[in-house]
């Protein structure tokens, strides 16, 4: 899924987003935020967790002079875990 934000140069931004996952190891998957291919952030899945809706937060980043960059949410399972799912909706970008 790709989504176009409007966005102004120099201009820091805060992310947040929903996400659910539905796995069986809770230490080994992760969420990173990359913004113009420099990781930003990331979110942890909780232990113990799965299964519950959590808010990722505490992510920002700045736009280069012309306000474009691509910002990508990756969900990485490091360990190739069978039965890994992951959800995520209301992504949200705003400046701060």
Known sequence: MR?????RP???YAVSFLFRYLKSNANVSNIAIYYAGVRVG???CPAGNSGAV???TGI??????TGG??????????SSQ????YYADDFQAVAV
Do not use: C, D, W
């Not at 920002?60 to 002079?65: H, V």
């Not at 949410?73 to 490091?78: E, H, K, L, S, T």
């Not at 069978?82 to 799912?85: D, E, M, P, V």
């Open 3 to 7: 989504q176009m934000v409007p966005s």
């Open 10 to 12: 120099s201009t820091t």
């Open 42 to 44: 990331s979110a942890s």
């Open 54 to 56: 959590n808010r990722a």
């Open 60 to 65: 920002q980043f700045t736009t280069n002079l």
């Open 69 to 78: 960059g691509k910002l990508e949410i990756r969900f990485n399972n490091p």
């Open 82 to 85: 069978q039965y890994l799912y």
